[in-house]
């Protein structure tokens, strides 16, 4: 599984992020791809903020966490928080931007030491971090063929 702290894969999912255009086409689910860029966000924002906002519940931290960060494929219209959605109209050059420079902060993450838990998962390792960073992106972009 690839990892957002590896240089290459940071590198990859850039250039990714600049293939998308308002003319991607999304193969499954309801998000434009300005809306998908936003909602990619959210995540990475949680990691580079290193927010301490509690942990998730016993159900999800059992049967989803190691899902987050294994090899597996993500199934396709798994279910979003309603945090994570937005009805509104984005701008996808400004989210895009936005997207790209919390990559890199979020590859930069790679010297830290001490994890916060994740408001969902709870206690989750560095490298169980970049894995679930990257499977996260990687889900979305492939969503809009890039």
Not at 1 to 8: A, L, N, Q
Not at 33 to 40: R, S
């Given at each position: 599984?690839?990892?957002?702290?590896?240089?290459?894969t940071k590198l990859e999912?850039?250039?990714r992020?600049?293939?998308l255009t308002?003319?991607s086409?999304?193969?499954w689910?309801?998000m434009t791809?300005?809306?998908?860029?936003?909602?990619?966000q959210?995540p990475?924002?949680v990691?580079?903020?290193n927010?301490?906002?509690?942990n998730?519940?016993?159900f999800?931290r059992l049967f989803?966490?190691k899902?987050?960060y294994n090899?597996?494929v993500?199934?396709?219209?798994?279910?979003?928080?309603?945090?994570l959605k937005?009805?509104?109209?984005?701008?996808?050059?400004?989210?895009?931007?936005i997207?790209?420079?919390?990559?890199?902060?979020?590859?930069?993450?790679?010297i830290r030491?001490?994890?916060?838990?994740?408001?969902?998962?709870?206690?989750?390792?560095?490298?169980?971090?970049g894995?679930?960073?990257?499977?996260h992106?990687?889900?979305h972009?492939?969503?809009f063929?890039?």
């Open positions: 599984m690839k990892s957002i702290f590896d240089e290459t999912l850039i250039d992020i600049n293939l308002e003319e086409e999304r193969q689910g309801k791809v300005a809306q998908m860029v936003w909602h990619c959210y990475l924002k990691a580079v903020e927010k301490n906002v509690g998730g519940n016993l999800v989803l966490k899902a987050m090899d597996k993500w199934r396709q219209n798994l279910p979003t928080s309603p945090q937005t009805t509104e109209n984005k701008n996808l050059k400004i989210e895009a931007e997207l790209k420079q919390l990559t890199i902060q979020t590859h930069k993450l790679k030491n001490k994890w916060n838990p994740h408001p969902l998962f709870g206690k989750l390792t560095k490298e169980e971090w894995k679930m960073e990257y499977k992106l990687d889900h972009l492939t969503q063929g890039v």
